[in-house]
């Protein structure tokens, strides 16, 4: 008998075709697109990076947080979050009492950009597809996208952060919100008590699930 996929195929270019099987755990799930991902050289970040960073996290999570690219701690280490602004998402994340551990944390693009340039279109379009896979496998019920970068890949291309944050959207089964990217609070305080807002309106909303 055929045996049944959960998704046809992990498209990939230039990659071959990758099944995942219904009876796979996420986590499982998870390794066999970052086996896939890790081997993606769609555009040219990946010669520069020092490696890929896929992901991180819970595998079971039921909120997912989104951000743009590695910066030059998440590319020595292979892991998101883990430079500056992934310390302050750490003191985010702790002041509306979500841990680190139950979530899961993934970017747009999984290679640093040189020198931490804004990607272009051409790189996110490339790259999208391993983390609508992220998505898809996760299941999440909250995605909160951080930064425009995020925000105009998974709600709309002419989103502007500053007018779309704090509200809810639909994604699939999930909500969605976007708040500003950590990163932007570094370099303007101004914008710390939005994300409070925001983030206040996401532990609420990921209290009931919980
Ligand atoms: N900024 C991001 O958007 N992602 C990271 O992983 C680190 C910094």
Redesign the pocket.
């Known amino acids: 008998m055929r045996e049944k996929y959960l998704f046809d195929y992990l498209v990939v270019p230039g990659q071959q075709r990758k099944y995942l099987h219904y009876h796979q755990t996420k986590e499982q799930k998870l390794s066999a697109l970052a086996e896939v991902v890790n081997k993606c050289q769609a555009c040219s970040l990946r010669k520069k990076a020092t490696q890929v960073?896929f992901g991180a996290g819970n595998p079971e999570a039921k909120l997912m947080l989104v951000?743009?690219?590695?910066?030059a701690e998440?590319d020595k280490q292979g892991l998101?979050?883990v430079?500056v602004?992934?310390q302050l998402l750490n003191k985010i994340l702790a002041a509306v009492e979500i841990k680190r551990e139950e979530v899961y944390l993934a970017?747009i693009l999984k290679c640093r950009p040189p020198a931490n340039r804004q990607p272009s279109e051409k790189e996110i379009k490339l790259c999208l597809p391993h983390l609508l896979e992220q998505i898809k496998i996760i299941d999440p019920q909250i995605i909160v996208c951080?930064?425009a970068v995020a925000a105009k890949a998974l709600v709309n291309p002419e989103a502007r952060i500053s007018l779309i944050r704090g509200k809810w959207f639909e994604y699939g089964n999930a909500r969605l919100m976007a708040t500003f990217?950590p990163?932007a609070l570094l370099r303007d305080q101004s914008k710390k008590r939005f994300v409070w807002y925001d983030m206040q309106k996401v532990r609420d909303a990921y209290r009931l699930l919980i």
Not at 67 to 71: D, H, I, K, Q, S
């Open positions: 960073v951000g743009e690219a590695p910066g998440e998101p979050f430079g602004a992934g970017n951080l930064g990217h990163a």
